[in-house]
C-alpha cells in the first residue's frame, strides 16, 4: 500500500498542477539567457505550494506534497541544485509517503519541461544515462529514488497507463517499494534487489540498488529499463515519457537536496535498423544454464537461464544437441524447433533485450528423459 494513494490523486489537483506549471514554462520561455544569468536570475527561487513548480532551464522542479498538510517547502539555488529546506513529516511508514519533491524531464500529468527529447517509445530508445549527487540526513525516513513512466501512447494528461519503473538508490527508516521482491538484477554494473507489484491501471518495478549510496555518474538507465522489458514488466511497443529524481517522504525531510543531476535520453541501437542496413556487432555474448524441473522417466519439463554478458544484448538465440532421442513436445517464452537431435530456441519479442548482465529464461516439456544435461550454446546480437 506504500504507493497507492499517491497515484489516486485528485483530478483537480492535476488540472491544477498543469495550469501552474504551464504558467511557469512559458513565463521562462519568454526570455532566452546564457546558461550563468538564468542561473543568477533563478537564484533563491522558493515554493511553498503543495503543488508549486519552478522551472530549471531543461527541468522543472516540482514540490509535489500529495499525502499530507504539514508545511512543507522547496528552495532552488540554480542549475539543477534544489533542496527541501521546510519539512517536519510524521508519516506511517507503513502506508504511502505523504510527499515526493522531485525534479523531472519529460511530461507530468500533461505539464512538459522544453525540449526534453522525450517521448521515446522504447523499443527505440538507444541510450538514457543520469548523474546525482545528493544530501541525505542522518535521521528521517524516506527513499531517493528515480520514478520513469512509461505510457502506452507519446503524451497523457492523466495517471500513465503501462509501468512506473522506481529506481531505489537508497533509503532510511525501514521503508520499502510497493509490491514484493521477486529477484535480483546486475544491470547497469550494479547489484539490484528487484521489487513488482501490480496497481489497477499499471504495473510497478522497482529496483533497489544494494548497499546505497549518495552520488552517481554516468548510471546507465537504458540498462534498467531493458531490464524490465526482459522481465515482462515493460512493454517496448510503449514510450518513455517522463524522468523524476527526488524524495518520498515519509518522516522528517528537512536537508534532503540535489547538488547536481542531469538525464539525457536518445533514440538508435535497434537489432535491425530501420530502413535495413547491417546489424551491429554482437556485444560481448551470452550464456545459457540449463535445469530440469521435473522428470517422469517418459518426459520431463527444463528450464533455460539466458543471461546477457558485459554489454547489452537486443536478441539471442540458444541452441543444443540431444543426445538420447529427446523430442520438445511444447515451449513457453521462447521459439523452440527440433530438426532431428538439434534444437534451437530464439526470443519473443518481449523478452530479446537484455541490459548488461540481465537474465531472461524459458521453459519446455520434452520426451525421453531430461536427466543429462545437454551442452548449451548462446548466441547474442
Known amino acids: 500500500m506504500t504507493r497507492l494513494f499517491r497515484r489516486a490523486r485528485a483530478r483537480a489537483a492535476h488540472q491544477t498542477r498543469r495550469l501552474r506549471a504551464a504558467a511557469v514554462l512559458t513565463a521562462a520561455a519568454t526570455v532566452l539567457l546564457p546558461v550563468t544569468l538564468a542561473q543568477s536570475a533563478h537564484a533563491a527561487t522558493r515554493t511553498c505550494d503543495p503543488e508549486g513548480t519552478i522551472a530549471a532551464g531543461a527541468y522543472t522542479i516540482q514540490a509535489n506534497e500529495w499525502n499530507s498538510t504539514l508545511p512543507q517547502c522547496v528552495g532552488y539555488d540554480g542549475g539543477t541544485s534544489w533542496s527541501v529546506d521546510t519539512a517536519n513529516f510524521a508519516t506511517s511508514t507503513s502506508g504511502a509517503p505523504a510527499t515526493y519533491p522531485s525534479i523531472y524531464k519529460g511530461c507530468h500529468w500533461g505539464a512538459c519541461?522544453?525540449?526534453s527529447g522525450l517521448p521515446i517509445k522504447v523499443s527505440d530508445l538507444g541510450s538514457a544515462t543520469s548523474s546525482w549527487s545528493t544530501v541525505q540526513p542522518a535521521s528521517g525516513a524516506y527513499d531517493v529514488a528515480y520514478d520513469l513512466w512509461i505510457n502506452s501512447t507519446p503524451t497523457t494528461s492523466g495517471q500513465p497507463d503501462g509501468t512506473e519503473i522506481m529506481i531505489w538508490l537508497n533509503s532510511r527508516g525501514g521503508v520499502q517499494p510497493f509490491g514484493g521482491k521477486t529477484g535480483t538484477s546486475t544491470a547497469a554494473g550494479h547489484d539490484w534487489?528487484?521489487?513488482?507489484?501490480?496497481?489497477t491501471s499499471w504495473k510497478i518495478i522497482s529496483?533497489?540498488?544494494?548497499g546505497g549510496g549518495t552520488s552517481f555518474s554516468d548510471l546507465d538507465v537504458k540498462a534498467l529499463i531493458d531490464d524490465a522489458v526482459s522481465r515482462g514488466s515493460v512493454n517496448p511497443a510503449h514510450y518513455l515519457?517522463?524522468?523524476?529524481?527526488?524524495?518520498?517522504i515519509w518522516q522528517a525531510g528537512q536537508g534532503l537536496a540535489t547538488t547536481d543531476f542531469s538525464f539525457d535520453a536518445g533514440t538508435g541501437g535497434s537489432t535491425t535498423p530501420p530502413g535495413g542496413g547491417t546489424t551491429p556487432p554482437a556485444g560481448s555474448g551470452c550464456t545459457a544454464a540449463y535445469s530440469v524441473s521435473n522428470d517422469w522417466g517418459s518426459g520431463f519439463t527444463a528450464d533455460v537461464t539466458v543471461t546477457a554478458g558485459s554489454s547489452a544484448v537486443h536478441g539471442?538465440?540458444?541452441?543444443?544437441?540431444?543426445?538420447?532421442?529427446?523430442?520438445?513436445s511444447s515451449a513457453w517464452n521462447a521459439t523452440v524447433n527440433q530438426s532431428g537431435s538439434s534444437v534451437t530456441a530464439s526470443n519473443l519479442d518481449w523478452n530479446g533485450s537484455l541490459g548488461a548482465g540481465a537474465s531472461t529464461s524459458f521453459g519446455f516439456q520434452g520426451t525421453g528423459s531430461g536427466a543429462v544435461a545437454p551442452a548449451l550454446t548462446c548466441t547474442a546480437s
Open 113 to 115: 519541461t522544453p525540449d
Open 193 to 199: 534487489d528487484v521489487w513488482t507489484g501490480q496497481q
Open 207 to 210: 529496483y533497489v540498488l544494494q
Open 241 to 248: 515519457i517522463d524522468a523524476e529524481a527526488g524524495f518520498e
Open 316 to 328: 539471442w538465440r540458444v541452441g543444443w544437441t540431444w543426445g538420447g532421442g529427446q523430442q520438445v
